[in-house]
């Protein structure tokens, strides 16, 4: 059997190399316990600057599309599933991610995973185009060709609809924040039904629970599977909450589109 006449040899560190070793360990940890928080940071000021975007341009979409997207439920940053778009008088896509692409935010969409998630859309759908506000229908009864066919008025119809409407706790709502309209609790204190809203879920878990949105947020899913009520907009954060809502309702919209 031959045998290498230089064999690799394995050693410690000499008592002289060890303070060394260690500084620079220290050194890297260091950097890597700074690292992960300011990146943190960063993505949260990155989102929280969209928050208020999302928004705008879901106003400028309805101004301009006559009816609102239905939400992303395959993060693809398009409305709708996988099979593109939402259909008229459904009750699907009514809450998931927000479509950044139909929104034409495509910078948004460019975001990470972990930032783009932390936002949940919901839009009012119901099973009749009247009052789908994802969908494109003649709600006035206009001649095909003329200048009120499929136009903003029909828009405008829908959401004058809406709001004369009893509440239906399977469609989009908000619940209190724990000031004038009561307890934030979706279940026992129901507020109102919306046009839309917008979630935004802070970086911490605020509240432990294992999900990135707090308290009544809770149920909030990315891309798919989300629930459907919101705390009200006005809920303080502190140690237990650190999320933030837009939430529209029917007669919001409807005086923006009115203006």
Not at 142 to 159: F, K, Q, T, V
Request: charged content about 20%; overall charge negative; aromatic content about 10%.
């Amino acid at each position: 059997m031959t045998v290498d006449a230089y064999p690799l040899r394995q050693r410690g560190f000499t008592l002289l190399e060890l303070p060394l070793v260690l500084a620079l360990l220290g050194g890297m940890a260091l950097v890597a316990m700074h690292y992960r928080p300011n990146a943190l940071s960063q993505d949260d000021a990155i989102a929280q600057g969209y928050h208020d975007q999302i928004a705008a341009a879901l106003y400028r979409y309805a101004e301009r599309h006559y009816r609102l997207p239905c939400a992303d439920t395959n993060g693809d940053g398009f409305e709708g599933g996988s099979g593109g778009g939402c259909g008229q008088g459904e009750i699907t896509h009514m809450a998931g991610g927000v479509p950044f692409l139909t929104l034409g935010m495509s910078e948004a969409q460019g975001l990470s995973k972990a930032v783009r998630e932390r936002f949940v859309y919901g839009v009012f759908r119901d099973n009749t185009a009247e009052t789908d506000l994802a969908a494109l229908a003649e709600r006035t009864d206009d001649p095909a060709g003329s200048a009120g066919y499929l136009s903003l008025d029909d828009l405008r119809y829908a959401l004058h609809s809406l709001g004369q409407r009893n509440f239906d706790n399977n469609r989009i709502y908000v619940t209190g924040y724990e000031q004038q309209a009561g307890t934030a609790d979706c279940s026992g204190n129901p507020i109102a039904n919306l046009a839309f809203f917008v979630a935004y879920a802070g970086t911490r878990d605020a509240d432990r629970n294992g999900q990135p949105f707090d308290g009544e947020n809770s149920s909030l899913r990315w891309p798919s599977g989300s629930g459907l009520c919101v705390s009200g907009p006005l809920t303080a954060q502190g140690e237990q909450y650190d999320d933030a809502v837009i939430a529209v309702g029917f007669a919001e919209l409807l005086g923006y589109l009115s203006q």
